[in-house]
């Protein structure tokens, strides 16, 4: 079973074709990356998922049945804009918030008290929402979204507001749901967090997918031909225009390119009968650099047409 499909979905605002034959499927016990530049249409398939706003054209799914009120009640949502009931207790915001999603008193109570100790709220819990910080209400929100076990959980920038301490509980707690099964849409620019996170991605730009799939397997078709190299000696190796097409000295390594026709294991070979070799690893490009060269390489596609 799927937990959430978006089959071949289309949304238009005037002139502006916000999302343009975006097609998703996503199983049970993942994170997945939602991510793009400003105004790529991530928060419009967002609010889709939601039906804040309708489709054009094609379907959503969750759990294999059309969107509709039943089925939002399986999911819980943590939007980029904020948004507390100002005047509310924390206990009662929780306790309201948990009932809309048919949790019985009993049951919210149990969960709303453990919530909070965990995310050390307790003393908090006969406070309006007013009162408290920033970060305190992020944190009240996103056990509003998780209060009653969701099957598909959507985080829209979950970390604004957090200090270091407060980003890795909710880090910890994402990994956790995940484990329960619940899949998990994850939207932000912090691509760090996305490496650390994220099962798939889908990378949307201008409103159609550019890039999805397992991020190992993204990243794979990405490496550089490139080898990171720390060591102690004289690399004569190195200006072996045979051998090495190029290499950057940095402040504490080398970075190695290879002459054609030759491989990593090439470079190696020679370069242990030179000297001495603490570090050897073929160079991973990170997350944001995988975005932004794509980005770039659609919008030179787009100018040459």
């Known amino acids: 079973m799927s937990i959430l499909t978006l089959d071949h979905v289309y949304k238009s605002f005037n002139s502006v074709h916000a999302v343009q034959d975006l097609s998703l499927d996503l199983p049970p016990g993942i ?5 793009g530049p400003n105004g790529a249409g991530k928060t419009t398939t967002i609010r889709m ?3 804040i706003i309708i489709p054009d054209k094609g379907k959503i799914l969750i759990m294999d049945e059309l969107n509709s009120q039943k089925m939002r009640d399986q999911v819980g949502y943590l939007p980029e804009e904020r948004g507390l009931y100002r005047k509310m207790k924390i206990g009662e915001l929780l306790t309201f918030l948990a009932e809309m999603k048919e949790l019985k008193p009993a049951q919210s109570k149990k969960r709303i008290d453990y919530w909070l100790e965990r995310f050390e709220l307790s003393d908090w819990k006969d406070k309006k929402a007013e009162e408290l910080s920033r970060g305190m209400q992020q944190k009240v ?11 598909l959980i959507i985080l829209d920038e979950p970390f604004t507001g957090l200090d270091p301490i407060n980003s890795e509980l909710v880090k910890n707690v994402m990994l956790e749901q ?3 099964g ?6 932000t620019h912090l691509m760090d967090q996305v490496e650390k996170l994220c099962d798939s ?3 949307i730009n201008e409103g159609k997918s550019v890039l999805s799939g397992e991020l190992k397997r993204i990243k794979k078709n990405f490496r550089r031909n490139s080898i990171r190299m720390e060591f102690n000696g004289d690399a004569k190796f190195l200006i072996d225009t045979t051998l090495v097409q190029k290499f950057k000295q940095n402040d504490d390594y080398t ?3 290879p002459a054609e026709n030759k491989s990593i294991q090439n470079i190696l070979q020679v370069a242990i009968k030179e000297v001495e070799i603490s570090k050897f690893e073929v160079m991973e490009p990170s997350l944001h650099e995988i975005f932004i060269e794509t980005v770039t390489k659609k919008k030179k596609e787009q100018i040459s047409e």
């Not at 994170?31 to 991510?35: A, D, E, T, V, Y």
């Not at 619940?182 to 939207?187: D, Y």
């Open 31 to 35: 994170i997945f990356g939602l991510l």
């Open 255 to 257: 970075e190695v390119y």
């Open 141 to 151: 929100q996103f056990i509003s979204t998780i209060i009653h076990e969701p099957n």
């Open 182 to 187: 619940a899949t998990i849409i994850f939207s």
């Open 49 to 51: 998922i939601m039906d």
């Open 201 to 203: 991605i889908c990378l």
């Open 178 to 180: 995940k484990e329960r």
